[in-house]
């Protein structure tokens, strides 16, 4: 049995942005540093900058007065910046920037008459917080069989925007099935789907090509992301599993695959997908192979308040994507 890493694989820049501003935050103000819902949807890195002293809340009210408490990087609706400024809190915002981008797109859309059709998955907390920017004049489809059936309000200007995280190809489908019914809809200049979800699901596709039997996915119960990586795998007839960490695996899943396709979701840290490697190879996995697609050099510029404390404190290294390491 052989091994199939994909490359690009696991952190992107928005998440690591939003680690390093856990991170520095602790470091430069002391513990505790309140965090709003999960930083990222990943129960390692999560459980780590607990370790490290982050209180994670679900909502503002548990925050004592004047503390620091940092926005998590799916973003928040304008109401939670007022809630945070009624109840006296020290904010640093970790919003992704291109959550940020598509935040701006509802401002602006919305400002030119446009009603919003926004797919996207219900409950997700970056689509909580991008409806919460206009409510009344935005819509959430969720699939195919919704675009075909959702009521929205007569509007002459309909304008499609979607979260960051979905399946590319899924996305077009239900775009596709929108344009049946509204054939006037508008698209924004440039994608919503960000760089690093379709890197990661080109990723996919590349290794279902190449003849993978089976795909692993590292990735939390709640990473959207991950979760669309296994569904773009189904979709070509390939059976994929996320798994939260190596003690998930099972060596039955391995029985009769020549070839393993391994990959770890955009909130996953590289060395939760190292010690997957290692748990292959006690199954009996041989040769480690990279699946390259692209090359990712994005960085993302930390919130003013921390650049004096990213030089204090540099970093030892980024747990996101190592290519060499398991090769």
């Not at 304008?78 to 701006?104: F, G, N, Q, T």
């Not at 993302?300 to 980024?318: D, H, I, N, T, Y």
Request: proline share 4%; glycine share 8%.
């Amino acid at each position: 049995m052989e091994v199939l890493l994909a490359n690009p694989r696991c952190y992107c820049a928005g998440v690591d942005r939003a680690v390093q501003i856990v991170e520095l935050a602790i470091k430069t103000f002391g513990s505790p540093v309140f965090v709003r819902k999960e930083i990222v949807h990943n129960q390692f890195v999560v459980n780590r900058l607990r370790d490290l002293g982050a209180v994670f809340v679900d909502e503002l009210g548990e925050v004592p007065p004047g503390s620091l408490v940092v926005f998590s990087a799916h973003g928040v609706a304008p109401s939670v910046h007022e809630d945070a400024k009624e109840r006296r809190l020290r904010v640093i915002d970790a919003s992704c920037p291109l959550v940020s981008k598509v935040h701006m797109e509802v401002l602006r859309f919305v400002g030119e008459g446009y009603h919003i059709i926004f797919i996207g998955r219900a409950g997700h907390e970056e689509v909580e917080g991008t409806m919460g920017h206009a409510p009344g004049r935005i819509t959430l489809v969720e699939d195919i069989e919704q675009a075909r059936t959702v009521e929205l309000p007569k509007h002459d200007k309909l304008m499609v925007l979607t979260q960051t995280t979905l399946s590319v190809d899924d996305t077009n489908t239900v775009v596709s099935a929108l344009r049946e019914r509204f054939d006037y809809l508008d698209l924004p200049p440039s994608e919503d789907i960000c760089y690093a979800t379709q890197n990661r699901q080109d990723a996919v596709k590349q290794m279902c090509e190449a003849g993978i039997g089976l795909l692993l996915v590292v990735g939390s119960h709640n990473s959207s992301n991950a979760a669309r990586l296994v569904e773009v795998a189904k979709n070509r007839s390939v059976p994929g599993y996320r798994i939260d960490n190596a003690n998930e695996l099972d060596s039955d899943w391995l029985t009769g695959i020549e070839l393993v396709g391994l990959t770890g979701g955009a909130s996953t840290p590289d060395e939760v997908v190292q010690s997957v490697v290692d748990r292959l190879k006690e199954f009996g996995a041989g040769d480690v192979r990279l699946c390259t697609t692209a090359e990712e050099n994005v960085v993302f510029q930390l919130p003013v308040v921390l650049q004096e404390a990213e030089k204090k404190f540099p970093r030892e290294g980024s747990s996101g994507v190592c290519a060499e390491s398991a090769v």
